[in-house]
Each structure stands twice: as C-alpha cells, then as structure tokens.
C-alpha cells in the first residue's frame, strides 16, 4: 500500500475556509466525492452515514483517508488508494467540487487553489510515524504558546492540548474516542500499526521534527 500526505493551499495564499459553513461543506465533500458513483444529495447520504456511525455504507469508496485537517487557507489529507489512479480521481473531484461551492457562495469566478495538488509519498518508517501526528499538530500554528511546535518548542502543554481538543476540523478528535465526523475517516489502519493515535499525537508535543520526516516544504506555509 502506498500512503500519500496531500495538501493544497488558496491561489495567492489566500483563505479557503471563511466559516465554519465553508469548513462542513468541504467535510461533507470528502464523504461524497470518495464514491465511484457521481455525487448526489450531500446533506442527506452524509447525514444518514455519520448518524449511524458506520463509514462508507453502501459506497464503493476511490481512497481510504486516513487523517485530515483544515487550515485558514490550506488543507492536509493522508490518503492510500483502493484503484488505480484513486488520487488524482478523488482530488480532481474534491477540488473541483468546493471550488463551485465556494465561487457561488461568494459570488466569484476562477481558481480558488495554488496549483498542482502536492502529493508527497510517505517513504519511510520514520516518515510514516511521524506524519499523522504532524497533521493532527497543525492548529497549534493558532497558539501563540505553541507555534514553534514543529522545533520542539511549546511552552504551555496544557494550552496546546486544550487547542486540539476543541479543534473540529481535522480527524484528531475521532481518533481521541470523541464522535467528530467519523465517516469520512477509515482510522482502522493507523489503529491497527501505532494503537491509541489521540494519546500518541499529545505525546509527540514538544518533540522536535526531524529534518528527515519533514513532509511539507517551509515555503508552504509562508
């Protein structure tokens, strides 16, 4: 199986997620855009799903997707493919399908992304232990006490761990046991190799990344 960390970020850098509307609409687009079938009534499938708490029922999903997290202006996703070309298929969808989404919300036209989706293949041992941690870690960069987490450096643990726990948007939460938005999630994976993900991610804080495992090149984030 090979594993991929996807992003992408605003054209110009600039913010994808106005609102939390635009951040559960770009959820509830990774629940139907992973379906070989042609998207239908988002609300509606995505809510039966996530009420009874059971992923991808009666869907033939194009990816498993492993961990996620939204930022202001970018996005991060861990993702193995279940056929061939699953990738490009599901994030020329996704794209393609917020992208509406949010011209027509905000009454504009062109593109609301940076180029190329960049997919980094998880090369390994170090890289694959290292990454859904990364990803999960992210909302510290909205911490003033936290954001040289990437160099070890947080001073107030506490706070950290107080910012993820109340952080809806990214896939942390339902590994930590708390129901968050569980169908769009296929944890079975990362659960099986590293065990309690929630309790390993706060464990990683205050470690220090090393320069090998580093998935995402610096200038992304400038």
Not at 63 to 83: F, G, P, Q, T
Not at 108 to 137: E, M, N
Not at 149 to 177: I, M, P
Not at 210 to 219: G, H
Request: proline share 3%.
């Amino acid at each position: 199986m090979e594993l991929y960390h996807v992003l992408n970020r605003g054209t110009e850098k600039r913010d994808i997620f106005m609102d939390d509307r635009d951040r559960a609409r770009f959820v509830h687009d990774l629940f139907e855009f992973n379906d070989t079938k042609p998207a239908s009534n988002v609300a509606y499938s995505f809510k039966r799903n996530m009420d009874v708490g059971h992923p991808y029922i009666e869907r033939e999903r194009i990816v498993d997707l492993h961990a996620w997290c939204l930022m202001r202006n970018h996005y991060h996703l861990l993702i193995s493919e279940r056929m061939d070309g699953g990738t490009t298929t599901f994030m020329r969808k996704l794209n393609t399908g917020y992208t509406n989404y949010f011209n027509e919300r905000y009454k504009r036209s062109g593109v609301l992304f940076q180029g190329k989706t960049k997919k980094v293949l998880i090369h390994s041992r170090a890289h694959f232990l290292h990454v859904i941690h990364y990803i999960h870690l992210n909302p510290l960069d909205y911490v003033s006490s936290a954001r040289e987490w990437r160099n070890g450096r947080v001073a107030d643990a506490a706070t950290a761990k107080k910012r993820l726990e109340q952080y809806r948007w990214s896939s942390f939460l339902d590994y930590s046991g708390k129901k968050n938005f569980p169908s769009v999630l296929y944890p079975d994976f990362f659960r099986d190799a590293i065990g309690d993900v929630g309790k390993k991610t706060l464990e990683y804080l205050g470690k220090p990344r090393n320069a090998l495992d580093d998935t995402l090149p610096s200038r992304f984030l400038e």
